[in-house]
């Protein structure tokens, strides 16, 4: 079962400098990034089959970052080198692993596919995941997504959609961020966001009340991620608190790239299943992303389904 995921692939220059704003780091750690990849990533390292489609430059750090996802079996077949340089992200982080982000944008934004190329990924994709950064900023991407898009819903393919708002990358444009992405929300069988974007896309405070406008609107499962306080799972029948596990974080960069990885993995399985099942795939993913989460780089903690299920974790249930 295919999981097809389109999007940015860049450098994450990871700051190791803690506790230093941007403005005053100096020592920066290369990793291989792009929310979309590390989603693809942690498929594949758990056992799983995806492919990442996206564009980075004919540049040396562009070759790393395809050696990087072949590496860890991901289809790299869809991805293209182009003359722009390669997509640049700097990351300052704090001492609770909270992230500071600069973004030298390169390639991924003009990232394209034909209509016959996008139909041709649908026929062999179980599941498309849409979760990139950048996106929604306006490009050629973002044709890609609603040419992707539209041919999931023609073709039946379930929606995976993760809007990752950066503020950074929307400054005094947060109204036309919201637009887009709940024009995907629309159309998407899972959801995942975090407190503070379903705050953003709804207006709602509460959890219940922001997840309920999101069903309204056609989601039909909806993650909320809370950091330490774990996942709130939502569907329009039933909801529940499921717990984080208890972790000592050193980088929260792609936590949220692994947990719906990780929640990915296990639908394209098993896609018609029921809440309790699905609970218990939140609850896995909540592992795999702190177990990411102990890691400097997105990449770095991701390990395969059997070593993730025996490592042992005690539950934050506070």
Not at 103 to 117: E, H
Not at 196 to 221: N, P, R, S, V
Request: proline fraction near 4%; include cysteine.
């Amino acid at each position: 079962m295919n999981v097809v995921c389109i999007g940015e692939l860049l450098i994450d220059f990871v700051c190791t400098d803690q506790q230093t704003p941007m403005k005053d780091s100096v020592h920066f750690l290369k990793k291989t990034g792009g929310a979309p990849a590390n989603v693809a990533a942690c498929i594949a390292k758990l056992g799983g089959q995806s492919q990442f489609a996206g564009a980075v430059g004919k540049d040396p750090f562009g070759d790393s970052l395809i050696e990087a996802l072949q590496t860890r079996q991901v289809d790299t077949s869809l991805v293209v080198q182009l003359p722009t340089p390669t997509t640049l992200a700097f990351i300052s982080l704090a001492a609770d692993g909270e992230r500071e982000f600069v973004f030298n944008r390169g390639a991924d934004g003009q990232y394209q596919l034909s209509d016959k190329q996008v139909k041709n990924i649908m026929q062999g994709c179980s599941i498309l995941h849409l979760g990139s950064a950048t996106a929604l900023l306006g490009d050629e991407l973002y044709q890609t997504y609603q040419q992707a898009l539209r041919a999931a819903i023609e073709c039946d393919v379930p929606v995976c959609f993760d809007p990752n708002y950066r503020i950074d990358l929307w400054p005094d444009r947060e109204q036309e961020f919201v637009e887009r992405s709940l024009q995907f929300i629309r159309h998407a069988k899972l959801v995942k966001v975090s407190d503070e974007e379903l705050t953003l896309l709804t207006g709602k405070q509460d959890l219940a009340d922001g997840c309920q406008y999101l069903h309204d609107l056609g989601a039909k499962i909806i993650t909320v991620t809370l950091g330490p306080k774990g996942c709130y799972l939502s569907t329009q029948q039933q909801q529940a608190m499921i717990p984080a596990y208890k972790i000592k974080p050193i980088d929260t960069t792609g936590a949220g790239d692994s947990f719906i990885g990780a929640l990915l993995y296990q639908l394209a399985k098993q896609p018609d299943c029921d809440f309790d099942t699905i609970a218990d795939y939140v609850l896995f993913a909540n592992k795999v992303s702190g177990i990411v989460c102990e890691h400097l780089g997105p990449m770095t903690g991701l390990s395969d389904y059997q070593s993730i299920a025996k490592t042992k974790k005690e539950l934050n249930k506070n």
